[in-house]
């Protein structure tokens, strides 16, 4: 093998080896045994991606967050007041008598949904801009 075929991809690379961040370039060398076998591979062509030289720390903070939640119904109590009526006695006297004793009445009132807001820690976290 000529050693003009083993310097011309070194030569390529260090031409394109000068532009710009946005591309790479790349050289290989494999060598195989067993009857022998040598190969040399390039690549050249845009960065598949691109890194920022730096990050940046984001510190921590609250942050706002809204949930849907479920509020069930209240329930509360209410007095029913006795009920009462005149009626006449054997004798044909009027007489005030209890029908129906007052009683406590419990009443479910209807659940329903609610946005609330609350506030949440989010811890510092390094990133890249």
């Known amino acids: 093998m000529k050693l003009s ?10 031409a394109l080896a000068g532009r710009s961040d946005a591309q790479v370039v ?4 494999k060598k195989h045994f067993k ?10 062509g845009e960065r598949s991606e691109c890194r920022p030289a730096y990050r940046v720390w984001v510190p921590g903070h609250y942050e706002s967050r ?16 006795p009920v009462y009526e005149w009626r006449r006695d054997y004798r044909g006297c009027r007489q005030r008598v209890l029908v ?4 406590w009445r419990s009443i479910e009132e209807p659940g329903h949904y ?3 807001r609350f ?3 989010v ?3 390094w990133t890249s801009p």
């Open 5 to 14: 075929a083993l310097l011309l991809p070194l030569i390529a690379v260090g």
């Open 26 to 29: 790349e050289l290989g060398f």
């Open 35 to 44: 009857h022998g076998s040598i190969s040399i591979g390039f690549r050249h």
């Open 66 to 81: 809204e949930e849907r939640v479920w509020v069930p119904g209240e329930c509360r109590r209410v007095w029913v007041e």
């Open 100 to 103: 129906r004793a007052g009683y």
């Open 114 to 116: 609610e946005t609330r």
């Open 119 to 121: 506030q949440v820690w």
């Open 123 to 125: 811890e510092g976290y």
